[in-house]
Every structure is written in C-alpha cells, then in structure tokens.
C-alpha cells in the first residue's frame, strides 16, 4: 500500500514471531473489511480467510507472545516518561491501552476456539482443499446458510469477529509501536544491491518510487539483512545504477 503520492510500502519480517504477527494481520484485515456476506463468493472468501487465519495461529504461542511483547512496550514507555520534554499525556494515554489490551486478552477464552469448535466453518474447512469442492451438491449445509435472510447471516459474521477482538486489538497496537519506533530515513543501493546490520530490529520497512516498478527482494535476520531490487518486468525491466529510497528499521 502507498503511504505517499507515488511511492509503495514494503514491509519484511526479520524474525518468525513477526512473520506470524504479519501474516495474522494481513488474514484478520480481510477478515473485518470483508465480513458483509452478501452473496456466494463473498462468502468462500471470508470462510477461506478464516481457514488461514486458523491455520496461521496453530503454529505458535501467539497469545503468549503478544502478551509479553505487550509488557516489553510498558517497559519501554516507562523509561520514555523519565525522558526530559517528552509527551507525558500521550504516554500515558498508550500506557492505558497497553494495560486495557492486556488484560482483555488475558482474560478471553482460547484464541480461535470458537471457530474451530463452529460446525459450519469446520465442514466448510473441509472441502476447501478440493476443487470446486463446496458446490451445493458437496456442502447443502453452506448453500442452505447461504439463503437464509442476510441479517441472521451477519448477526453470525460479527459474533465470529467478536471472539476475535481481544486479539485484533492487541495486534494492532503492538503494530503501531512497532512500525512507530523507527523514522525512515533515506538509503542508497548500488545496482541494485543494499546491506545493513539490522542490530536487533524485528521489522524492515520500505518506500520505492512507484514509478521505477521495482521490487525488494530481502534476505536477512536480527543482526543483518541484504535488499537486491528487482524490476516487475523480467524481461525488458531495468534497475538503476543507484536508486534511492527510504528505508526504517524497527
């Protein structure tokens, strides 16, 4: 996504942790900006969403992890509060949301139980796989779903986002500090080519020009990382010598 006229965003993960937060939030934000189930296609893509987003959050402790990144952000605004001129309203403003976030999550039920345990969404998990393999003759119970009136249809869309909202909430926060702690700052590579001691950032984030139809391709981890710029057009597309653009890590 642009965040500036003529310019895109490119944002990398350099540990697992973050991969996974990425991935959930990418799964979570079509989740919620898509939830208006108005007709069949709509519809296998919000269940197939779902799907994903069960399969991304059976891979690790999340919900562990969130908390303790939760508690890493309280720590590091306390020390920003003993800083001389800083924002002490705005601290504890996001102290606030931090400690709210926290316990919401804390205290919800098992992330994602409820969807797995939800007969519809688990038959319909089931022929995903298969192609073609939720047509009425394969699932009759989705294609009656389907028909029944579109509020009892939503009515059950937003009670399946509603067990996810302690997660949401938690992830989006801890998003924003993240991408928020670093400035962007710009870089110059040569030929295509850029290297850095990534010195224990979690996040790479880039803005290209849109206009050179480039696009990163990123190898690294906590401690270093390497960019090579490739152009969309393999064929007949060209990389400049140096191309700036802007670069932060967080």
Request: hydrophobic content about 40%; proline content about 5%; aromatic content about 8%.
């Amino acid at each position: 996504m642009s965040e500036n006229t003529g310019t895109i965003l490119f944002e990398h993960p350099l540990n697992e942790k973050m991969r996974t937060w990425l991935r959930l939030d990418y799964l979570l934000q079509q989740l919620y900006k898509n939830h208006s189930l108005h007709d069949e296609v709509s519809t296998l893509a919000f269940f197939r969403t779902i799907s994903e987003f069960l399969d991304v959050l059976e891979r690790g402790e999340v919900r562990t992890d969130l908390l303790k990144e939760l508690e890493r952000q309280q720590r590091k605004l306390s020390q920003w509060s003993e800083v001389p001129g800083v924002d002490t309203e705005m601290v504890s403003q996001l102290s606030q949301q931090l400690k709210e976030s926290s316990a919401s999550l804390m205290s919800a039920p098992r992330i994602g139980q409820s969807l797995r345990d939800d007969r519809l969404i688990a038959l319909v998990r089931q022929r995903l796989s298969i192609p073609g393999g939720c047509c009425s003759f394969d699932l009759p119970t989705l294609h009656l779903w389907l028909h029944l009136p579109q509020d009892v249809r939503n009515q059950q869309s937003e009670e399946w986002l509603n067990s996810l909202t302690p997660l949401y909430q938690a992830l989006a926060l801890i998003l924003q500090l993240i991408r928020n702690s670093a400035a962007f700052k710009p870089m110059t590579s040569l030929n295509g080519f850029y290297q850095e001691n990534a010195e224990g950032a979690n996040l790479l984030r880039l803005q290209l020009p849109l206009e050179a139809a480039l696009y990163p391709q990123i190898s690294g981890h906590k401690t270093r990382f390497a960019i090579r710029f490739l152009p969309l057009d393999s064929e007949h597309g060209t990389v400049p010598e140096r191309l700036i653009f802007n670069l932060s890590c967080c």
